[in-house]
């Protein structure tokens, strides 16, 4: 048996080989991008590559080597295409954003939209990014709310996406997809709980509790360990829930929602703080129908929709860590026009003005089925 040492020095020679090809390939590559500029073509060749792919498995001296080669061909062309992709933006032939860069944006005189009623959290989200000062109304939807944007009776969107316990708000990742708006902004709103019902009332007298599903999936553990008497009822909206409790002037009712609402619908607080989780926050989005960005915003929002085949993901997010990008987020969403596939969404580190931003974004669009950018912000 030899020498690991007496191994290693063999492997260091065949890997100053590899290298050597590897850089030599690159070359070529040079020209084949040279060659597709003038004639107009793709750099992604699917069929070329899955041809090549076979051709150099079948050669394979067992399955292990040939799974092998396959892996380590594909990397080498993807390497390839990427050079490809990099010439083609000096060159100033891939396809436009479509985003403009600004300093800032001026909200003077904008109206901003929210769901719910007034002293919903969506609200509250409102003024914290906005300030106190800004025009805003609410609707019964978040889809009413795309729909008065679109429409121009508010110049901004506020719609919850993520919470840190309960997870994401789907249905607002779809009315993102289905309409051309364009992040903005974000903002997180620490969420503090409280169950509220009318003077008077206590918590032993509570016999029924509203609130809107996710604060009610926040609050699961006070509600089914604590009380598992009280009876559960799914609203629309945490501050919707409030007012219903003042209308009803019920003392066997109450609502979990923000304590704005305790001073807003004349309602007492029977106990503060009750979801699960005390750092529990709430991510909303910025929405606006104009495609611009921040001088110094600092995430990018993505969507993506891939063709159902092994290894599609893996070759999408190999754009990201070539060009040195970190992912803060990724989500699947199924499609609603095709069953069992899906949209990744993604949040990313970064600017739409950086290069490597840009470069894994021109790579995608030409290796997805779609790539749409949702904002810069």
Request: contains cysteine; hydrophobic residues 35%; glycine residues 6%.
């Amino acid at each position: 048996m030899r020498d690991l040492s007496e191994i290693r020095v063999d492997i260091d020679s065949i890997d100053q080989q590899i290298l050597k090809l590897y850089e030599d390939r690159l070359k070529l590559a040079d020209e084949v991008a040279v060659y597709k500029i003038a004639n107009h073509k793709n750099v992604y060749d699917k069929k070329r590559e899955q041809e090549k792919l076979d051709a150099l498995a079948s050669l394979a001296s067992d399955d292990f080597t040939k799974k092998g080669i396959q892996e380590l061909f594909e990397q080498i062309m993807s390497g390839s295409r990427k050079k490809q992709y990099r010439m083609l933006a000096e060159q100033g032939l891939m396809g436009p954003i479509n985003y403009t860069c600004v300093e800032d944006f001026d909200f003077k005189g904008k109206t901003v939209v929210y769901q719910g009623v007034k002293g919903a959290y969506s609200q509250a989200a409102t003024l914290a990014y906005f300030g106190e000062d800004i025009e805003n109304f609410p609707v019964e939807t978040w889809r009413e709310a795309i729909e008065a944007l679109r429409t121009g009776r508010a110049d901004a969107a506020v719609l919850p996406i993520e919470n840190s316990t309960a997870g994401s708000v789907y249905e607002n990742y779809d009315l993102l997809m289905e309409n051309d708006v364009n992040i903005i902004g974000e903002q997180i709103l620490t969420i503090n709980h409280c169950l509220l019902s009318v003077p008077g009332s206590d918590i032993s007298k509570i016999r029924r509790v509203y609130s809107h599903p996710q604060a009610l999936m926040q609050c699961e553990d006070y509600l089914k360990k604590v009380h598992p008497e009280f009876d559960v009822i799914s609203l629309k909206n945490t501050a919707m829930a409030a007012k219903k409790v003042c209308d009803e002037g019920d003392c066997e009712a109450a609502a979990i929602a923000g304590s704005i609402n305790a001073k807003l619908y004349g309602l007492h607080i029977l106990e503060e703080n009750i979801q699960d989780r005390k750092d529990n926050e709430t991510r909303f989005i910025i929405v606006s129908g104009e495609k611009k960005y921040r001088k110094d915003a600092k995430k990018v929002s993505l969507c993506m929709e891939l063709a159902n085949e092994k290894g599609a993901l893996y070759h999408a997010l190999s754009h990201f860590i070539f060009n040195g990008i970190n992912l803060s987020r990724i989500e699947s969403r199924p499609m609603k026009d095709r069953a069992w596939e899906y949209r990744f969404f993604i949040d990313l580190e970064g600017n739409l003005q950086e290069e490597d931003v840009l470069h894994a974004i021109r790579g995608l669009q030409e290796e997805t089925n779609k790539l749409r950018i949702l904002g810069n912000y």
